[in-house]
C-alpha cells in the first residue's frame, strides 16, 4: 500500500491581560444546576482553538494564572435545564506532574504543566460554581520512589491544592498505588481504581484508571504541557498515560516487563504480540516515517517498539470518556525532561499560546505543526487514523479558530507563529544515515490533495447560514455564529426593536467556513434586538432578547 493510499484509507475510519474583564463577568454571571462545555466548542469537535497569552516570562505569575483564569470561566456555560450536573459531577483533571528529579530554580518549571496556569483555570472554573471538594487533580506516574526522592511538582501543586480545596493524590500518602508490587486486587474500586474494558484493544483488554479518572459522574480534563520528549511532544495523547495505575502506565516499558511488575495476563490481549507485528508491518509497507529504525516491539526506540508504545497510548484513548484536551504552552521546552541541546541542557522557550478542543489527536497534530514539526511524519497520529480516533492528520485540514475574549476566529494555520522544539524522536543514526541527536521531524510529507480547510463536520458549509444566538435571552453577551461556503465579504449588523441601526459587528472579507462573533451589549437596554447577515447575494436577519 503507497503512503497516500494508505492516508486515504484510514481516514475512511473514522494574553491573560489582554483578556476582557466582561467576558470574565458575563461567565460568572450565569447560573444553573447544570453544566456543558461553550457550546461553540461543542458543536465543533473537530476543530482546534488556540488562545494567545501575554506571560513576559516563564517567572510572570500574574499573566500565568490569568490565562488560565479566563479560560476557566470561558470554557463552560450553566443552564436549568441540561448538561451534567453542576453540584455533584466529579472534575478529574490530569496535569503533568511527573517527578522533575530537580530542585526548586524556576528553570524546572518547563517540565510540568505551569502551576500559575492551573491554579488559575481551576479559580476560574470555581467561580462558574464548582467547588474545590468536587475537584481532583491526578498523576499515576511516580510521584517519588528511589530514582526521585523528592517530587518538586508537589511542592508547587500542594500549595494550589490547599488553596483551591482541589483534592490532589499523593501516592506516598495512605496507600501507595505506584510501588511496584502492589496487588491490583487491594485497590478499592471506585475510590482508588476505576476500570475500564476494552473488547477490542490491541494490547489492553482491561485498564485500571486513577480515579475518579473515567468514573461515570466525572467529567475529564486533560492538561498537558507543550514540551518535546523522546516520543515526538508529550502532548494531549501522550500526557494521558499518567492517568492509568502502575503498572498499566508503564508505555515505554515492553509487556513481559510490565507483566513481571504485575500485570494481570487476563488483562491483555492473548495475541497482542501477533497484532502489533502485523500492524508495525502494516505501517511500515505503508511508509510511515522512521518505522525503519531497527529493533523489536520490546524496544520502545525503534519503529516497532514505538508502534507498541503507540498502540497502548490508542488503547487508552479508546477506553476514555471525552472531555477537554488542553496543551498549556505558554512557555515551551524542547530536548527531553533536562537533557537537550544546549550545553547538554532543555531549554524553555516563549510561546505564548493555550491550544485546546476536543478531539487529543488533532489538537496534537495542530501542537506538533506549531513546534516546528510535520505532524505526517508522526506515527502516533498515523496509527490513531487508523483505528479511527481522528479522520485528518494534515494540519491545513484542520479548522482552527484564535480564541479571542472567548469568541473564536477563525484563522489561517500559517498566520500562527511556530517555535521550534526538538527531539531525539527516533533518531536516523542507522543505515549509514548522521542525523543529530536533537532534531526536527521536518521533512515534506505527502497528505495527498486538498483544495480547502474542511470542517470539523466532515465537509465544507454547501450555503451561507446565520446561526441563533446562545445564550439567548442573554446579559450582557452573546454569541452569533454564521457559516460560508467560500471566501466572501461579510456585514454583521446589529439593529433595536425600532429598526435602528445600533452596532456593525463585522463589515469585511472572511474565508470560508464557521465563524462566530461575540456581541457585549453592556449598556444597552433591555429588549427585543435583531442582528443581520449581509453577503452578496445573500441576507438573514433572526431575533435575539437582551434582559439585564
Known amino acids: 500500500m503507497k503512503r497516500r493510499d494508505f492516508l486515504a484509507s484510514a481516514g475512511a475510519l473514522g494574553a491573560a491581560s489582554a483578556l476582557a474583564p466582561q467576558v470574565v463577568f458575563a461567565r460568572v454571571a450565569q447560573s444553573g444546576q447544570y453544566f456543558a462545555v461553550h457550546p461553540f466548542v461543542a458543536a465543533h469537535p473537530g476543530a482546534v482553538f488556540i488562545v494567545r497569552t501575554a506571560a513576559a516570562s516563564i517567572v510572570d505569575t500574574a499573566a500565568k494564572y490569568a490565562a488560565g483564569l479566563a479560560l476557566g470561566q470561558q470554557l463552560f456555560v450553566l443552564s436549568e ?69 523528592t517530587n518538586q511538582a508537589l511542592a508547587w501543586y500542594n500549595p ?9 493524590l499523593d501516592f506516598d500518602s495512605g496507600r501507595d498505588m505506584t510501588a511496584r508490587g502492589v496487588a491490583r486486587a487491594n485497590l478499592a474500586e471506585g475510590t482508588e481504581v476505576i476500570w475500564r474494558d476494552l473488547p477490542d484493544g ?81 505501517h511500515l509497507q505503508a511508509g510511515v516515517p522512521r518505522w525503519d529504525r531497527p529493533g523489536n516491539i520490546d524496544n520502545w526506540n525503534s519503529g516497532a517498539g514505538m508502534e507498541t508504545w503507540c498502540q497502548k497510548t490508542l488503547d487508552n484513548h479508546a477506553a476514555s470518556t471525552t472531555g477537554l484536551h488542553i496543551i498549556e504552552g ?67 485540514a484542520i479548522p482552527v479558530y484564535l480564541w479571542e475574549n472567548g469568541a473564536p476566529q477563525l484563522v489561517s ?27 526536527l521531524l521536518n521533512e515534506p510529507f505527502d497528505y495527498g490533495p486538498i483544495t ?8 465544507q458549509p454547501q450555503i451561507e447560514a446565520l446561526g441563533q444566538n446562545y445564550p439567548n435571552p442573554f446579559n450582557p453577551t452573546t454569541t452569533i455564529q454564521f457559516s460560508l461556503p467560500r471566501d466572501s465579504q461579510v456585514r454583521v449588523e446589529i439593529y433595536n426593536s425600532a429598526g ?49
Open 81 to 149: 435545564t441540561g448538561g451534567m450536573p453542576l453540584a455533584s459531577t466529579k472534575i478529574a483533571m490530569k496535569p503533568n506532574l511527573t517527578c522533575l528529579g530537580g530542585d526548586a530554580t524556576n528553570d524546572r518549571l518547563g517540565i510540568v504543566t505551569d502551576p500559575d496556569f492551573v491554579e488559575g483555570f481551576i479559580d476560574g472554573m470555581k467561580s462558574l460554581g464548582f467547588q474545590g471538594s468536587q475537584m481532583y487533580m491526578r498523576e499515576g506516574n511516580h510521584l517519588r520512589d528511589a530514582y526521585c526522592p
Open 500 to 548: 435602528q441601526l445600533t452596532e456593525v459587528l463585522v463589515d469585511g472579507w472572511r474565508p470560508a467556513g464557521v465563524h462566530a462573533l461575540q456581541w457585549d451589549a453592556r449598556g444597552r437596554a433591555s429588549g427585543t434586538y435583531f442582528y443581520r447577515l449581509l453577503t452578496p447575494g445573500f441576507q438573514e436577519t433572526r431575533k435575539m432578547l437582551l434582559v439585564h
Open 413 to 439: 494555520l500559517d498566520s500562527l507563529e511556530r517555535t521550534p522544539l526538538v527531539t531525539y524522536y527516533l533518531q536516523r543514526n542507522y543505515g549509514g544515515q548522521t542525523e543529530p541527536k536533537w532534531h
Open 330 to 396: 505558554i512557555y515551551g521546552r524542547d530536548g527531553n525532561w533536562m537533557d537537550g541541546p544546549h550545553d547538554g541542557k532543555a531549554m524553555d522557550f516563549m510561546t505564548n499560546l493555550i491550544i485546546f478542543g476536543l478531539n487529543p489527536f488533532k489538537v496534537d497534530t495542530v501542537g506538533y505543526w506549531l513546534s516546528g514539526h510535520e505532524p505526517g511524519n508522526v506515527g502516533l497520529l498515523h496509527a490513531a487514523m487508523d483505528r479511527g480516533l481522528t479522520d485528518r492528520i494534515n494540519p491545513h
Open 160 to 168: 494550589i491544592a490547599a488553596r483551591t480545596g482541589v483534592h490532589l
Open 452 to 459: 480547502a480547510v474542511a470542517s470539523d463536520l466532515g465537509t
Open 202 to 282: 490491541v494490547i489492553y483488554r482491561r485498564v485500571g484508571y486513577v480515579a475518579p479518572i473515567n468514573a461515570p459522574d466525572a467529567f475529564n480534563i486533560n492538561l498537558a504541557k507543550f514540551k518535546a520528549h523522546g516520543m515526538g511532544m508529550t502532548l494531549c495523547g501522550k500526557n494521558w498515560q499518567g492517568t492509568n495505575i502502575n503498572p498499566y502506565l508503564h508505555y515505554c516499558s515492553s509487556v513481559p516487563q510490565q507483566i513481571q511488575d504485575g500485570l494481570p495476563t487476563a488483562h491483555l490481549n492473548p495475541n497482542y504480540r501477533t497484532d502489533v507485528e502485523a500492524l508495525y508491518q502494516r
